[in-house]
Antibody, heavy 121, light 107 residues
């Protein structure tokens, strides 16, 4: 059975840091890039970061570049998102997702249940 | 960045209706477009990739079409379980943005 489980969300003050973790089981991550996507009622779904399987490919959306860092441990099947200097507009449900790209880029075929991050004083 | 504009944002329909959602890209993205369905309190679910290829297990009443900048998702004979929010997403170049969503509600 496939499990993609995010953890680490919570309430944090502006300017502080938080680290999200994503643990994947029952699913191969070999060769697959992993992403973080967030969702808010006001801004909908927002792609924020990607890391390739060999970790050399990392890209971020403009609003988080320089503040967020995506990483992965292929031996543990985990993906992390280190979030620094958090802002109220970072408040969202954060999803860890697997990129399906056999042949060509297809989309996100596996999603976690999401973890809520609330940035508020 | 490539922007995706979905229309309509909200759609009220009845069981059995045919509905079409459009997604317009701000620049050409070939067929690097995916469609997702999201139900309340659930993560999105991938329905269609490559603009028109249904994932295994997705009912054939769903179909996608388009290339370049104009895309559509059509549901023929809407079923009760289809009432949800639908999103398009491009995979052409980073950032892989999503459309703002189309909520399909029961009339």
């Amino acid at each position: 059975q496939v499990h993609v489980v995010e953890s680490g969300g919570g309430v944090v003050q502006p300017g502080r840091s938080l680290r999200l973790s994503c643990a994947v089981s029952g699913l191969s991550l070999t060769g697959f890039a992993m992403h973080w996507v967030r969702q808010t009622p006001g801004r909908g779904l927002e792609w924020i970061a990607v890391i390739g399987y060999d970790v050399t490919r990392r890209y971020y959306t403009d609003s988080v570049r320089g503040r967020f860092t995506i990483s992965r441990d292929n031996s543990q099947n985990t993906v992390d998102l280190e979030m620094n200097n958090l802002r109220p507009e970072d408040t969202a449900v954060y999803y860890c997702v697997r990129e399906w790209s056999s042949g060509y880029r297809k989309g996100f075929d596996y999603w976690g249940q999401g973890t809520l991050v609330t940035v508020s004083s | 960045d490539i922007q995706l504009t979905q229309s309509p944002s909200f759609l009220s329909a009845s069981v059995g209706d045919r509905v079409t959602i459009t997604c317009r890209a701000s620049q050409a993205i070939a067929t690097y477009l995916a469609w997702y369905q999201q139900k309340p309190e659930k993560a999105p679910k991938l329905l269609i990739h490559g603009a028109s290829t249904l994932l295994s297990g997705v009912p054939s009443r769903f179909s996608g079409s388009g290339s370049g900048t104009e895309f559509s998702l059509t549901i023929t004979s809407l079923q009760p379980e289809d009432f949800a929010t639908y999103y398009c997403q491009h995979l052409h170049s980073y950032p892989w943005t999503f459309g703002q969503g189309t909520k399909v509600e029961i009339k």
